[in-house]
Nanobody, 126 residues
């Protein structure tokens, strides 16, 4: 069973910080997690799902949406089968459900990711 589980969402004031985690579970997936690139996406009410950030298998390559560049940092710990999204200087427009997804390369299109988590809500108050 392949499963990604997001955590760390919540309510925060504008200017604050949150760290999201994306953990891989399932016997086979946990063993092979390091072969997958991982991306973070978000979806606000009434809007399409949009790319936020992605990281390569080794962590050596990262990519960010312009809207979060300089504020968000993606990282991974393959020994813990976990990818993180550190979010700082949060803005109300960052409010959304955040999803992590695993794929075979650092991509910006959601359709190119194979496995998805259930999402975690991030709400930024003004």
């Amino acid at each position: 069973q392949v499963q990604l589980v997001e955590s760390g969402g919540g309510l925060v004031q504008a200017g604050g910080s949150l760290r999201l985690s994306c953990a891989a579970s399932g016997r086979t997936f946990s063993i092979t997690f390091s072969v997958y690139a991982v991306g973070w996406f978000r979806q606000a009410p009434g809007k399409e799902r949009e790319f936020v950030a992605a990281i390569s298998r080794s962590g050596g390559t990262t990519n960010y949406a312009d809207s979060v560049k300089g504020r968000f940092t993606i990282s991974r710990d393959n020994a813990k089968n976990t990818v993180y999204l550190q979010m700082s200087s949060l803005k109300p427009e960052d409010t959304a459900v955040y999803y992590c997804a695993a794929g075979f390369d650092v991509r910006v299109l959601a359709s190119e990711y194979r496995f998805w988590g259930q999402g975690t809500q991030v709400t930024v108050s003004s």
